[in-house]
């Protein structure tokens, strides 16, 4: 199997990257990570984190952050992730309600700006999904949809627990983009029943939180390979259809520290040879 990067999305570590930035990262390294994601920065200017990182040893491979900055801010938030090294840069999230009630054009017109400008400056934007994206939107996927419009300047970030969760075989998606993608989350959960609803805290356009079906549905994320994923069959997709950064991200651990369940999955990782 291809030797793959490892990194972890920081925001499984949320918690402790609030109180200590710099020892959260510095565990990060120790557990067996050399490559991080970010999703926020606590405060930390660009030439802040990039001292923090090259002291850790670290290297930042992507960041989430949603495209409104790059809208309002332009070249001095592309700026930011340059200066810390970023190499792509995920929506993390874009509600169902921009692409339905014919929002998609809207939507994709602001994709394309934010992946030109973010391309003019070496970086490839990419598009984290939830498992909303594999909802039918005039036939399609609307993650498929995405990728169409801007084949050139946007390409997926599959988040394996959502995709799964809708009904999707995340090998077989990966296999289907083979070439199309570099970057992959890795995620682990387990669940009564596939495609039941929401298992996340959705917000209304008033900012109120709208009850979802979590605890019905017995829905937990867990550490990689302590729930219900395919996880050696998924990265012999990734070895063979261009992957070249594996990121781990677990929502949330409830049942033991965040940085335990990260050593955890990267130990499991360690287990497959990676």
């Not at 609803?197 to 390979?225: C, H, M, Q, W």
């Amino acid at each position: 199997m291809k030797k793959f990067k490892v990194g972890l999305q920081l925001y499984s570590v949320r918690g402790d990257m609030e109180k200590d930035f710099c020892k959260t990262l510095e565990k990060v390294k120790e557990i067996g990570y050399d490559y991080v994601e970010f999703a926020g920065y606590f405060g930390h200017s660009a030439e802040q984190v990039k001292e923090i990182l090259n002291k850790t040893g670290l290297t930042c491979c992507s960041v989430h952050q949603g495209p409104e900055l790059f809208i309002e801010k332009g070249q001095e938030a592309v700026d930011y992730l340059k200066t810390i090294g970023a190499r792509f840069c995920a929506i993390p999230w874009y509600g169902i309600e921009n692409y339905e009630n014919g929002n998609f054009p809207k939507t994709i017109e602001m994709f394309e700006k934010v992946g030109k400008l973010l391309k003019e400056n070496g970086i490839k934007l990419t598009y984290h999904n939830h498992d909303f994206e594999f909802k039918l939107l005039d036939g399609e996927y609307i993650l498929e949809k995405i990728y169409a419009a801007l084949p050139d300047l946007i390409e997926g970030e599959l988040d394996t627990c959502w995709a799964k969760y809708a009904g999707v075989d995340p090998a077989a998606f990966i296999r289907k983009y083979s070439g199309k993608m570099k970057t992959l989350h890795l995620k682990d959960f387990t669940c009564n029943k596939l495609a039941s609803g929401p298992v996340y805290a959705l917000i209304d356009n008033s900012g109120n939180e709208i009850p979802t079906s979590k605890e019905d549905n017995g829905f937990a994320f867990r550490p990689l390979g302590m729930g219900m994923q395919n996880f050696p069959e998924i990265l012999e997709a990734a070895s063979l259809c261009g992957i070249e950064y594996v990121i781990v991200e677990q929502d949330e651990s409830k049942d033991m520290p965040a940085l335990e369940a990260a050593k955890i999955s990267r130990d499991y990782l360690k287990s497959l040879g990676l």
